[in-house]
């Protein structure tokens, strides 16, 4: 994650695929298929591969099991 001028961290809009990687525990061949195939949302700046941090974070979120 990076950090802002004062040094709090700050999470970014967007993560690279490394990040990725690191945050849903991935090999970087595996998250690139992802992408490839849609699972992973991404988009691209000119040969850069950008997942935005909503999409990671509802990749991350556990489902609520409704209460009978």
Request: charged fraction near 20%; glycine fraction near 6%; include cysteine.
């Amino acid at each position: 994650m990076r950090s802002n001028q004062i040094g709090t961290s700050v999470a970014p809009a967007v993560y690279t695929v490394k990040e990725v990687c690191t945050l849903l525990g991935l090999q970087k061949s595996t998250a690139y298929l992802a992408i490839s195939r849609g699972e992973i949302p991404s988009v691209r700046f000119g040969t850069s591969i950008r997942v935005p941090r909503a999409a990671v974070e509802r990749m991350l979120e556990v489902p609520q099991q409704k209460s009978a």
